[in-house]
């Protein structure tokens, strides 16, 4: 860093993914146990900004602000992330930090932030490091593998339309340390909707990094691991013919699989609501009526991501409206499509 950098402020704001190959299981320093792919959101994002001001003494400072509130248990997780990448990044320890971060999807919808949370912290870190090495850009690599270290699947935030993260013999350039985007993709996936359909807007009754721990003694783990590696290439040869046939079925058979695991996990649970598997049935009985390519997948949570491609949407809003939006509490539906990743917000 230049010593001429004594304080300045930077914007962000960064969208959610939806994995539709799912990472489930890591080892190491957050490494995925298989490739992932997935599509970026556009609309359930995170807006951050980092004020960064020279101090005397060395050391993690911040203060952080959720939604122009203190957020003791958000600032802990912050403080120890920017702990475990000091080393990697060393200006952050020059700097007190404040950190103000807000969501533009609902409080409490159920839908996982942590993605577009750390994408969106990451993006101002290696802002604040671009500005101080006086270079022009940032490097997404870097971006991306700093976002992974905050939590796995925000690596994938920080890239456009299609991403994937993990090594793979078919994809020239992925890595475990950092996802890359995928460029050789239909039309037809760029304006994307992804209806996140609010199932339950409970906290989930375990967590993402639990969950991921379970894997390690899951019989069937290293068979799942496999199965990965060739949905993902299934799902890419899909994504490159524009075959939605093949896309939802790759979908659907990802998100029962992340589920059926979480349920042989020892100690087994359920995260799905009887509502979920309800609307399941309900987008399955659709499909098979109207031959609309109208498919879905789960995060780890009950909530439903109906996917489907924008030249029918004018058709099936009727259908939403009456068969799925009942399903979901007080009817809310969060309609997102597939983006551009993260923008520069600071003169907005
Ligand atoms: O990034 P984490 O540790 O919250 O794990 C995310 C796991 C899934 O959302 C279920 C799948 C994925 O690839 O995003």
Not at 89 to 95: A, D, G, T
Request: glycine residues 6%; proline residues 4%.
């Amino acid at each position: 860093m230049k010593n001429t950098e004594i304080a300045g402020t930077v914007s962000w704001e960064c969208p959610s993914n939806i994995a539709i190959v799912k990472y489930w299981g890591k080892h190491g320093r957050q490494l995925p146990r298989n490739t992932s792919v997935s599509l970026t959101l556009s609309e359930a994002k995170t807006r951050t900004s980092v004020s960064y001001q020279v101090k005397e003494e060395k050391g993690v400072s911040i203060d952080f602000l959720f939604e122009g509130v203190t957020n003791e248990a958000f600032s802990a997780k912050i403080k120890k992330f920017l702990s475990s990448i000091v080393e990697e990044m060393p200006f952050i320890q020059s700097y007190h930090l404040q950190i103000s971060s807000q969501n533009t999807f609902p409080h409490s919808s159920g839908i996982a932030s942590s993605a577009s949370a750390m994408a969106a912290l990451v993006m101002c870190l290696c802002d604040i490091e671009r500005i101080g090495k006086g270079e022009s850009s940032i490097d997404f690599n870097r971006a991306s593998y700093f976002a992974r270290l905050g939590s796995g699947s925000a690596s994938r935030s920080v890239l456009p339309h299609v991403a994937t993260w993990g090594q793979h013999a078919d994809i020239e350039g992925s890595s475990d340390l950092y996802a890359i985007e995928i460029n050789d993709v239909d039309d037809v996936f760029k304006g994307f909707h992804d209806d996140i359909l609010i199932i339950s807007s409970e906290e989930k009754s375990v967590s993402s990094t639990a969950g991921h721990a379970l894997m390690d003694h899951n019989p069937y783990a290293e068979a799942r691991y496999r199965q990965a590696q060739k949905n993902t290439s299934l799902l890419l040869q899909a994504m490159k013919e524009g075959d939605l046939e093949a896309f939802g079925q790759i979908a659907e058979d990802e998100a029962m699989t992340l589920h059926a695991l979480m349920m042989c996990s020892d100690p087994s649970y359920v995260l799905m609501k009887p509502h979920t598997l309800k609307a399941i049935e309900e987008i399955r009985s659709y499909r098979k009526m109207t031959s609309h390519p109208v498919y879905f997948t789960l995060d780890a949570g009950p909530n439903i991501h109906l996917l489907y491609p924008d030249h029918i949407a004018h058709d099936i809003a009727p259908w939403i409206e009456m068969a799925l939006k009942p399903l979901c509490v007080d009817g809310r539906i969060i309609r997102d499509t597939v983006g551009i990743g993260p923008k520069n917000i600071a003169d907005a």
